[in-house]
Each structure stands twice: as C-alpha cells, then as structure tokens.
C-alpha cells in the first residue's frame, strides 16, 4: 500500500483538497461521533497552519492540521487527527502523526507540540512520546485530555 503523503501550508491546497478534507472531518467528528461543533474555526487558513493528507489511490484516508504557535514559546498544535473509517486498522494513524511531527520539526524546530486528544487515545498518543499535561476533561462531550511532546 503505498500512501501518497502532502504536508501543505494552507496557501498551497487546492480549492478541491480543501473540500475533500473538509468533508473528511465532517464525516467523522460531526456525524460518525454524532458531535456537532463547528468545524470551521477560521484556523484552516490562518496564519502559517499546515495540512497533513494521506492519499491513497487518489482517496483521502488521513488527515491532520497542524497549527502555528500562538506566541513565541508556546507550542506547535496538532488537531484533527482524522484515518477515514474504511481504513481503520491499517495503521495509518502512526504514519500520520509520524508525518505531522516531521512538519513540526521541519517548520517550528525544538518547540514543544501538543494536542487535545479524545480520552481513549492516551496511549496511542503516548506510544509516540507525548505525555498527559492535564487531568480527563469535556470538549464537545467527548472526553479529553491534554498531551504534550517536548
């Protein structure tokens, strides 16, 4: 299975990656997870923020963003961690965040990153080396927890 990877500044997707990737995150967070929130945050095309995107065959399976540090010494965020449904289990969500950490350190070298992670995903998140900075709490009545990787 070869994955085509594209680690994109936000000035750089195409009118139809941005739509892909959009329907990409409303399927799974608005409707797969049955949360509706609103998605579009104004951070998509913001600042320096980067897209991480798996394709394969031409079809987005994996998708992650990757947001610029709000101020000088905070963190690199990566969010919307996304593998599609039909390519759970394959262990793209490794590839993935492998591909967005490079980005980190390609774009925001020795910052620290962090993420928001859905409870359940402590330990996959802590597989590759982040670490919980915050106790258990409520984001779109999804339990959380915040991690962060030095």
């Given at each position: 299975m070869e994955m085509l990877w594209l680690?994109?500044?936000?000035s750089e997707l195409t009118a139809k990656q941005l739509y892909t990737l959009l329907v990409l995150r409303n399927h799974v967070f608005i409707v797969e997870q049955k949360c509706p929130y609103q998605d579009i945050d104004g951070q998509d095309?913001?600042?320096d923020?980067?897209?991480i995107l798996g394709f394969l065959d031409g079809k987005l399976?994996?998708?992650a963003r990757v947001l610029t540090p709000s101020q000088e010494g905070a963190p690199?965020?990566?969010g919307r961690v996304i593998v599609s449904e039909?390519?759970?289990g394959l262990k793209l969500g490794y590839r993935l965040m492998?591909?967005?950490l490079e980005s980190c350190e390609k774009y925001w070298p020795q910052q620290a990153v962090y993420l928001s992670a859905q409870a359940h995903l402590e330990g996959f998140y802590g597989r590759l080396g982040f670490k919980a900075v915050t106790e258990v709490y409520m984001e779109?009545?999804?339990?959380?927890?915040?991690m962060q990787k030095a």
């Open positions: 680690d994109c500044h936000h095309l913001a600042a923020n980067r897209h399976l994996a998708y690199v965020l990566i039909e390519a759970r492998e591909k967005a779109d009545d999804i339990p959380h927890i915040g």
